[in-house]
């Protein structure tokens, strides 16, 4: 069965500065790997996702990540964080096949600071 | 496309009584629903599977009697909490695959379950 790590629970970044989310992942096969956004009380929006091909996926709001099979990470990364993006990341892994469900990470949030 | 219309989006009850939730597709066909569980501040955990026409699958530590997953037509899947208590409130989200040959999730909006 697939499963997936956030190391991070909480990170707090300035306003303006870089931003990295990892995230690890475990499946036996070639993962479709997914990163959402959760602002409170909200439901989830897709950022990015990555089936097959360059390894370097661009999503919405600038932001990016890059599948390293050889890490089994799918990290997120931004190069300027707005103070809007304060919310809950998740990254989810599906299976390339079936009609199967999205396994979840627990999630990092993101404090934004001036 | 591919939209998942999710109802209601909060809703407040007494303990002992019961509420559906109610997913639809509302321009594809979902043959299959997941349905997730989420409590504050932690992440989303599948709670069950429901395919058209046959019986839900639910994860282990599921209670399959106290919520009942019915998924009668190809755009409708219901989640109903019976018997509800204040440890079952939490945020309940559906989800699909997208039709056709996208790969990827659609997700409803979310209902907020509150327990008094």
């Known amino acids: 069965a697939q499963s997936v790590t956030q190391p991070d629970i909480h990170i707090t970044v300035s306003e303006g500065a870089s931003l990295e989310l990892r995230c690890n992942y475990s499946y036996g096969a070639t993962p479709y790997l997914f990163w959402y956004v959760q602002s409170p009380g909200q439901g989830l929006q897709l950022l990015l996702k990555?089936?097959?091909?360059?390894?370097l996926v661009q999503g919405i709001k600038g932001f990016e990540a890059e599948f390293k099979r050889s890490q089994s990470s799918f990290n997120l990364r931004k190069p300027s964080v707005h103070w809007s993006d304060a919310a809950e990341y998740f990254c989810?892994?599906?299976?390339?096949?079936?009609?199967?469900?999205?396994?979840f990470g627990k999630g990092t949030r993101l404090s934004v600071i001036a | 496309g591919a939209v998942v219309s999710q109802h209601p989006s909060w809703v407040i009850c007494k303990s002992g009584t019961s509420v559906k939730i109610e997913c639809r597709s509302l321009d594809f066909q979902a043959t299959t629903m997941f349905w997730y569980r989420q409590f504050p501040k932690q992440s989303l955990m599948l709670m069950a599977t429901s395919n058209e026409g046959s019986k839900a699958t639910y994860e282990q530590g599921v209670e399959k009697d106290k919520f009942l997953i019915n998924h009668a037509s190809l755009t409708l899947s219901t989640l109903t909490v019976t018997s509800a208590h204040p440890e079952d409130s939490s945020f309940y989200i559906c989800s699909a695959r997208l039709p056709g040959g996208h790969y990827g999730y659609t997700f409803g909006s979310g209902t907020r379950l509150t327990v008094v």
């Open positions: 990555y089936f097959s091909g360059d390894t």
């Open positions: 989810a892994v599906g299976r390339n096949s079936g009609n199967t469900p999205l396994v």
